[in-house]
């Protein structure tokens, strides 16, 4: 599978940008789907999940009640709406592969997931 993530930019503290996962392959409704984000000099962090039926999410700590993320099925595209961003927020996002038999698992560490795309910048700056 491949995924091109998109919709990165510029914003300022307290904007929103809407984050959009664009993947490739038959086999997209067979994983869990999520969000990481890697800052400079940072580790890779985990964000958000959302299982196969889309019907589970999770969020890390530090974004939970900011970003919500979803699924689309239909189109092989995940997203991530981030709202009141705040500069610790800056990184690159990257969405990301975790294939399993359980429709309600959503992956909570970046280890559990084998295969992400091509990020997409965020700068929260003011």
């Known amino acids: 599978v491949q995924l091109q993530a998109s919709g990165g930019g510029l914003v300022q503290p307290g904007g929103s940008l809407r984050l959009s996962c664009a993947a490739s392959?038959?086999?997209?409704?067979?994983?869990?789907m999520g969000w990481l984000r890697q800052a400079p000099g940072k580790e890779r962090e985990f964000v958000a999940a959302?299982?196969?039926?889309?019907?589970?999410?999770y969020y890390a700590d530090s974004v939970k009640g900011r970003f919500t993320t979803s699924r689309d099925n239909a189109r092989n595209a995940i997203y991530l709406q981030m709202n009141s961003l705040k500069p610790e927020d800056s990184a690159v996002y990257y969405c990301?592969?975790?294939?399993?038999?359980?429709?309600?698992?959503?992956?909570?560490?970046?280890?559990?997931?084998?295969?992400w795309g091509q990020g997409t910048l965020v700068t929260v700056s003011s």
């Open positions: 990301a592969v975790c294939f399993s038999n359980n429709v309600a698992y959503v992956p909570r560490s970046p280890v559990d997931y084998t295969h």
């Open positions: 392959g038959r086999t997209f409704s067979s994983a869990a």
């Open positions: 959302v299982s196969r039926s889309g019907f589970n999410t």
